[in-house]
């Protein structure tokens, strides 16, 4: 029993917990007008989106973005996304999951590539602040990977051992990041990457989140 009392659990946010799927495409079309480039489709998206964020327009570019190109993409989107993401909600089960999470005695955070700012009080909003031992959005410049925010994000957990702690996310960028600090990952398909992506990560790959905490409850007691 000591193990599964000592699992940890770290949430990504859009596209995992947030439902915000729509509010992202949204924003990326938004980004590529200012560009004058076409709108792609959420399948598209997910086919094609990667990490960090400047690749994911090459791909779609032929060519990596400016720095200035970047800047008013970045901008674009994070304006747009701030406007559309009050339609979104939290994934179906979402809130049930965590609150049984927590009253098994377990402890979960999120670790976030949105900002800090922006994060918190959207996470408090939806009133699931409390289910979380500590919640990190990024801080510093949008567009990176997610691996050395785990690696302060763990740091500042007393108590949680990497190797007891599962990262729950939908990029492969989330794999990653589990690996660079020694812990597990699962990853989920209702977000921003598609099945066949996802499993090139070398991790359970799940459809719903119900599937997600029972295999992170397997793979942090194993």
Known sequence: ????????????????????????????????????LKPITLEQYRALYCVP???????????????????????TFHRYYAEHRVRCGL????VELLAGWRSAGRS?????????????????????????IRVDGRTG???????EHMVRHLAALAGVNPER???IGDAADDAVAALHVGARAVLYTGGSH?????????VPVVDTLQEAVAEAERLAAA
């Open 1 to 36: 029993m000591g193990k599964l009392e000592a699992a940890h659990i770290v949430w990504d946010w859009n596209g995992t917990l947030f439902h915000d799927n729509d509010a992202i495409i949204g924003a990326t079309n938004a980004a590529f007008a200012e560009l004058g």
């Open 53 to 75: 964020v400047p690749k994911f327009y090459e791909r779609l570019m032929g060519r990596l973005p400016t720095d200035a190109e970047w800047e008013v993409m970045d901008g």
């Open 91 to 94: 994934t179906e089960g979402a």
């Open 108 to 132: 979960q955070s999120i670790l976030s590539m949105y900002g800090h700012d922006d994060l918190v009080p959207l996470v408090r909003g939806f009133g699931i602040e409390s289910h979380f």
């Open 141 to 147: 410049p949008s567009g990176g990977s997610k691996a």
């Open 165 to 167: 702690t599962v990262v």
């Open 194 to 202: 598609s099945r066949g992506s996802l499993e090139s990560a070398g």
